[in-house]
């Protein structure tokens, strides 16, 4: 419809990620990731109009709407962006987590990043600070097998990124990102390691983007083919529906659900778009000069 001006990258098919990272975590754990941030967001328990008020550039928004999609942030839920430069946040989130061991309060940093980010040079300066501080951080890797229009495959030596933290005694694991139980159990074993004073750990989150990478995409890189077989045999939400039909949870439950899932979605669109844009006196406050 045009309302939404700018980039917007969209989280779809990688759930069960932010989902399962967020189930084990504690709200005092600080989350950081790069611009497909709306599921982080929204699992920190950000107000969804606040989310889609900043999509469209109201006053309503995070950010007031200035910020647009890549750039939203909350102290008060923990929530540090929103990073539009590919792997600038590994180095931030690293930040928080040598905050977190300088005051000694049993924080973690969530630091999220994906598989194209993992080629860059500042993940690696990054790795070693944190191993060698032993600063509490996962680097949560999320997997989706593609940087834009490139997959894993054409750009990375080592596609096995969980490995990627060897060289710096960094342990990691590779996880069923689009099973949100195995991000879980992950997760937990990945704080537990952090909040010990064992240093940094690497989770691969191996899941899957369904969408273009941002506004535009011609998708020509991959089949249709293989985006409807991630569908139809991995999705994560689909995966938890058919388990809880299979436990004996009734059709009419689950209907409750999406029913008030929608409502949230209306509500929140809703206001998105009749919020009023800022005052143009705004365009000089909240920046550096
Ligand atoms: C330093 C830098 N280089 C290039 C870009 C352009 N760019 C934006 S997203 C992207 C791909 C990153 O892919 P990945 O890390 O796998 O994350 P995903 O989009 O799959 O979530 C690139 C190259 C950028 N924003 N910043
Ligand atoms: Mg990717």
């Not at 790069?34 to 989310?51: E, Q, T």
């Amino acid at each position: 419809m045009g309302l939404i001006g700018g980039f917007c990258h969209l989280y779809i098919g990688q759930e069960a990620v932010v989902v399962g990272v967020s189930m084990a975590a504690r709200p005092s754990d600080q989350t950081i990731t790069s611009y497909r941030d709306h599921g982080h967001m929204l699992a920190c328990g950000l107000d969804p109009k606040g989310v889609m008020a900043e999509l469209t550039g109201r006053r309503g928004g995070l950010s007031k709407g200035k910020g647009g999609s890549m750039h939203m942030f909350s102290k008060e839920k923990n929530f540090y962006g929103g990073h539009g430069i590919v792997g600038a946040q590994v180095a931030l989130g690293t930040g928080l987590a040598f905050a977190n061991h300088y005051r000694e309060n049993d924080s973690v940093s969530l630091t999220y990043f994906g598989d194209g980010a993992a080629n860059q040079g500042q993940v690696y300066e990054s790795f070693n600070m944190a191993e060698l501080w032993k600063l509490p951080v996962i680097f949560i890797i999320e997997n989706n097998r593609y940087a834009m229009g490139t997959s894993v495959a054409r750009s990375s030596a080592l596609t096995e990124f969980w490995k990627r933290g060897m060289a710096f005694n960094m342990p990691g694991e590779a996880v069923d990102g689009m099973d949100v139980r195995a991000v879980k159990a992950a997760t937990e074993r990945a704080l537990e390691w952090c909040r010990s004073g064992q240093g940094p750990y690497i989770l691969e989150m191996q899941t899957y983007r369904y969408r273009g990478h941002s506004m535009s995409d011609p998708a020509k890189y991959r089949s249709k083919e293989e985006v409807q077989k991630m569908r139809e045999e991995h999705d994560p939400i689909e995966q938890v529906r058919a388990r809880l039909l299979a436990d004996g949870v009734s059709e009419d439950e689950l209907k409750k659900i999406d029913g008030a899932v929608r409502t949230i979605v209306s509500e929140a669109a809703e206001f998105a778009t009749q919020d009023p844009e800022p005052d143009p006196s705004e365009l000089y406050t909240d920046i550096l000069l």
